[in-house]
């Protein structure tokens, strides 16, 4: 399965999930999805069939909050039945709302707690470095969670010790909670700050799969840290949505709003796209 596709099904399942289960962050969902999608497509070396390789990349998605979308693209992918998706966020299930490893085969870290996924992450490629492993880690971070202070220990760390292995990959869609991050507390000028920090620095449009692959593969073997500020827009795909805050929290209800989205999404399924018996209806 090619990124675009994978990149619409996440979309669309999250658009399920959250209808289902009545959960929040759709907004978040819709814009990570092409981020995740093109790791999980072709750049992340993992085996659905071996979990737990040792020698796997390891991929955080530390804006947990957007877990759907991990959830979705692991289940595509053959980590797990895509039908348990339609359990997300309800009582007994093991998929919940913020993104959870335990029981779940594919992810390396529980998250929802903003601010600690870099930390970690940090931590995962020292210790491959020193071990003399290839793999990569990848962290998948919120722009209003760059306002934590610990994102920026982190980077200092990293910088500290060369982790060319470590790839941040920060979903910059300018809106956090209830507000723009602007509002919150001012991030610009952003991709200044990392520069300032030692990282090697990419910015570039977060829905364009040939600028992210691009990124991520040109990365490879750099002998410091890489963060790509992803431009992306919340809520991206479904019209009513796209940069409105509302959706940070609020699910699609039964009726327009569902129909709606589903209708839009829809229209814009890849050519080559198969049948999508997973979670949708």
Not at 50 to 57: A, G
Not at 113 to 138: C, E
Request: proline share 2%; aromatic share 8%.
């Amino acid at each position: 399965m090619n990124s675009l596709e994978l990149a619409w099904r996440i979309r669309r399942h999250g658009v399920e999930m959250t209808h289902l289960s009545g959960g929040s962050h759709i907004g978040s969902i819709l814009s990570v999805a092409d981020i995740v999608a093109v790791l999980y497509a072709g750049i992340a070396n993992v085996r659905p069939e071996d979990p737990e390789w040792e020698d796997r990349d390891r991929v955080i998605l530390s804006k947990g909050h957007a877990g759907a979308s991990i959830y979705a693209a692991l289940a595509e992918r053959g980590f797990f039945d895509v039908e348990e998706l339609r359990t997300h966020y309800s009582d007994g299930s093991r998929l919940s709302g913020h993104v959870s490893h335990k029981g779940v085969p594919g992810v390396d870290l529980s998250t929802g707690s903003l601010g600690h996924g870099l930390s970690v992450g940090a931590g995962m490629a020292y210790a491959a470095k020193k071990d003399g492993k290839a793999h990569r880690v990848f962290v998948i971070l919120g722009d209003g969670e760059c306002d934590e202070g610990s994102v920026w220990e982190a980077a200092m760390v990293a910088n500290h010790y060369g982790l060319g292995n470590l790839v941040a990959i920060i979903d910059h869609n300018r809106m956090q909670s209830l507000d723009f991050c602007e509002d919150t507390i001012a991030l610009h000028p952003f991709g200044d700050k990392w520069r300032a920090f030692g990282w090697n620095t990419i910015e570039l449009d977060g829905h364009n799969h040939e600028a992210l692959t691009a990124a991520l593969e040109g990365c490879r073997g750099s002998d410091k840290p890489t963060v790509i500020i992803a431009e992306t827009i919340k809520g991206k795909g479904i019209s009513f949505m796209e940069q409105n805050i509302l959706w940070h929290y609020r699910f699609p209800h039964e009726g327009e709003e569902y129909d709606g989205a589903v209708a839009e999404l829809n229209a814009q399924r890849p050519l080559n796209g198969e049948s999508v018996k997973a979670s949708a209806r």
